[in-house]
């Protein structure tokens, strides 16, 4: 049974639509949805699922298409979306107040502020040109948007005084209300300077795991720190943090910059009056746990040990079993992606990815299960390469997440892989990052759960899996007061028999030493 629509006029903003699709997609007997813009991208992405496009759909029209096995299946999904989309909160003006038609005009009618843009990359520019010409700061939540454009966007900025956070900015925290994917935590004395939305997110954990607070999190966009973009959002937005009186110290993460712009920050950083902390991902750097660590140092607190929940029937702290083989990382995040591929290269040799540490490591994620090798010749890794392939992959990145929901959303394509991985006898560790928080799915832990159950039943049922044992490590980012409930989410992961870190960096060196034959350490 299939139902496609163009609901001409309407709109709603890219992570409700995200929401909306993967709970329209959870409905038993659903084979396929997409709640989306009519833009070109996802018009492709639905003649992809075999559907028709409707005629004269357009990007100011949204799409509702669902694949479902029979009509009660279909009825109950489309019922879904409805549902879903008739309760969302209400014009707070009232409906009889015609709203506004633009962002410019939105920003005229309520004053100048913070606009946060949330709609198709290719849509995200004119609308952070109008929220800039009105006198907004701008969160652009919005990826997939070309780097000339947010280059000329912060320029524009700094010309005004103003400070644009993002393209892809995931995560920000200003006067107390959490943005995009964000947890609720206490006020502090620190502020988060963050090219990384689950760099930021481990960092804010951890401290909230101390009882610490922020004063603030201002992220800046993934590519900030890089050649291309040399930083502009960072120091503007260093410069905002030293005149907040209160903030008292500053912490400036990245995933791996460009060293050139990080020297120039660095510089930069030491003019101001408010001290700054570096945090940036990479070969010899502290890693995010260090970083968090360090600031409630200089705040004057106690480091806490880092909860860890051992695996059922485990003693705690975990120890494991020793078992030779590959390591396999799954991830949300792509910064805790990266931090974990350079705590793995340092103990365990290359390891592959569709964001590599190296050119030479880069491998196509796609396919049911990915393929076995980086692309190239195998001449090519040859002299990279000394034992099993380690893989680790972030799901979120922009070449997975185009038209589709992200993975602390829609967590289909990692279960997905994680079921192959776990077929395949050469695997001895997979790797998870689990993010909590507003935003995300409503319940991770109940499908994860579920699905490594399914993968040690599947290896110890497997003639091809004996004498290689499975584990599964989970890094759960969770704060304290976060909706889905971070103990209840880390006990029933602990239950179906991972080992569960609230430090991602903890988790992937416990997985080096159990995929490297030494038995887990942290």
Not at 38 to 50: F, I, K, M, V, W
Not at 494 to 522: D, E, K, M, P, Y
């Amino acid at each position: 049974m299939r139902h496609v629509e163009a609901r001409a006029g309407a709109y709603a903003d890219s992570v409700t639509l995200m929401q909306v699709t993967a709970q329209a997609q959870a409905i038993p007997g659903v084979q396929a949805a997409l709640v989306a813009m009519a833009t070109d991208l996802n018009l492709g992405l639905l003649a992809d699922l075999g559907l028709q496009p409707p005629d004269r759909a357009g990007p100011n029209d949204m799409l509702v298409a669902v694949q479902a096995d029979d009509g009660e299946s279909l009825a109950t999904a489309l019922a879904a979306v409805d549902n879903a989309l008739r309760s969302r909160p209400a014009d707070q003006a009232g409906a009889a107040e015609q709203p506004p038609r633009t962002t410019f005009s939105a920003a005229r009618r309520a004053g100048t502020g913070l606009a946060l843009i949330s709609v198709p990359g290719q849509f995200a520019f004119i609308e952070a040109v109008d929220a800039l010409d009105a006198g907004c700061d701008v969160m652009i939540f919005s990826d997939n948007a070309p780097v000339e454009e947010e280059v000329w966007l912060k320029d524009r900025a700094a010309e005004r005084g103003l400070l644009v956070m993002g393209p892809d900015c995931g995560t920000a925290i200003v006067a107390g209300i959490g943005l995009g994917f964000s947890h609720s935590v206490p006020a502090g004395p620190i502020g988060l300077v963050a090219a990384s939305g689950t760099g930021a997110q481990q960092v804010i954990c951890l401290l909230d795991a101390a009882g610490w607070g922020v004063s603030a999190v201002l992220g800046v966009g993934g590519r900030d720190l890089s050649a291309a973009v040399g930083g502009r959002s960072a120091r503007a937005a260093l410069a905002a943090l030293d005149a907040d009186p209160a903030t008292e110290l500053i912490v400036l993460l990245s995933k791996p910059p460009a060293e050139r712009v990080a020297a120039e920050l660095r510089e930069y950083a030491a003019t101001l009056a408010t001290p700054v902390q570096f945090a940036l991902i990479g070969p010899g750097q502290p890693d995010l746990t260090a970083a968090a660590e360090a600031a409630l140092r200089a705040s004057g607190q106690q480091v806490p040990a880092w909860p860890v929940w051992p695996a059922a029937g485990d003693a705690a702290p975990p120890v494991g079993r020793a078992g030779t083989g590959a390591l396999r990382g799954l991830f949300a995040g792509g910064t805790l992606c990266d931090e974990a591929m350079v705590i793995a290269a340092e103990r365990l040799g290359p390891v592959y990815s569709n964001i590599p540490l190296r050119p030479q490591w880069r491998l196509d994620p796609r396919g049911p299960a990915g393929p076995r090798g980086p692309r190239g010749s195998s001449e090519s890794v040859a002299s990279d390469r000394s034992g099993p392939w380690h893989i680790m992959i972030d799901f979120g990145d922009d070449e997975l997440t185009a038209g589709r929901p992200h993975p602390m959303i829609d967590q289909g394509q990692r279960l997905d892989r994680l079921a192959a991985e776990a077929a395949d006898p050469a695997t001895a560790v997979i790797m998870l990052d689990v993010v909590l928080g507003h935003g995300a799915h409503p319940d991770p832990a109940a499908e994860i759960a579920a699905a490594i159950v399914a993968a040690h039943a599947a290896r110890a049922a497997s003639a091809a899996g004996f004498g290689t044992e499975l584990a599964v490590v989970v890094s759960l980012i969770g704060a304290s007061s976060d909706p889905q409930g971070l103990t209840a989410q880390a006990t029933a992961l602990a239950a179906a028999g991972a080992h569960v870190f609230a430090s991602n960096a903890q988790a992937a060196r416990f997985a080096c030493g159990l995929a490297g034959g030494i038995g887990g350490t942290i």
